[in-house]
């Protein structure tokens, strides 16, 4: 088995490269910063490769998917795009740069990776393609529309893809955690509830893909608080959201 990573070099996707070779599958790791991700490479039980490469450039996506395809020979059973940042970005302070950023990377550095992993898959008749969202998809969060908004444009390019790629026997899998003690969450300056460690996420992501499932969200309670949140009236939840906010 051989598995792609995009933004494996820290966080959830370390610890899912982790997991996965752990599994027995065969790595192609990709993210920016190759020393992070040669160590990484290093350490992982399973014939693994570093390729270093910026999501937000096409070019650079496909080139380090193209060495990847080449060096295991074909295409891969499991690809995740995991890279992602998060930049606190009040409304009240709106950045257009800032809120770009998260687009290019959250949004469009998966449009880049699904463009370079999903042909071959369909060639190959089979395949899974893994998005790690976000339980902020769910419902606009106050201080957090940007981010919000670019894990809700995840959720559903991914579900709609789910069901045009059944008939080719590619599956597609969104992954939705909530707080994960990362590089990502540890700048929040606020208490983040069920905060989880990213070896537990790792193995709760894998056991969910192995068992192919369409969504996996967690950890439970907040997976249920925002599926509740997600079905409020408007005007309950913006009342609820200005006390929070308080």
Not at 103 to 131: Q, S, T, Y
Request: proline fraction near 6%; charge should be positive; glycine fraction near 8%.
């Amino acid at each position: 088995m051989r598995a792609i990573i995009t933004g494996a070099s820290t966080g959830i996707g370390h610890a899912l490269a982790r997991e996965l070779s752990n599994r027995g599958y065969e790595l192609a790791l990709l993210a920016r910063r190759r020393e992070l991700l040669d160590e990484l490479a290093s350490s992982l039980k399973t014939k693994s490769i570093a390729l270093p490469c910026d999501v937000t450039d096409l070019a650079s996506v496909r080139d380090a998917v193209k060495r990847a395809h080449d060096h295991f020979g074909g295409a891969f059973d499991l690809a995740i795009a995991n890279a992602g940042i998060s930049i606190p970005s009040p409304v009240p302070k709106f950045d257009a740069e800032v809120a770009n950023e998260i687009i290019r990377v959250n949004v469009i550095g998966m449009l880049n990776f699904f463009d370079a992993v999903i042909p071959p898959m369909i060639e190959a008749k089979k395949g899974r393609f893994v998005g790690v969202a976000s339980i902020a998809g769910l419902r606009g969060l106050p201080s957090g529309a940007t981010y919000s908004a670019s894990k809700a444009a995840m959720q559903t390019f991914l579900e709609a893809s789910r069901i045009e790629l059944k008939p080719y026997g590619v599956g597609v899998t969104i992954v939705n955690p909530g707080f994960i003690a990362t590089p990502l969450t540890e700048k929040n300056r606020f208490r983040m509830p069920f905060l989880m460690s990213a070896e537990k996420s790792a193995r709760i992501i894998a056991d969910g893909i192995e068992r192919g499932k369409r969504v996996v969200e967690f950890p439970l309670p907040m997976s249920l608080l925002m599926r509740f949140l997600r079905h409020l009236p408007d005007p309950v939840y913006d009342r609820l959201m200005k006390r929070v906010r308080r």
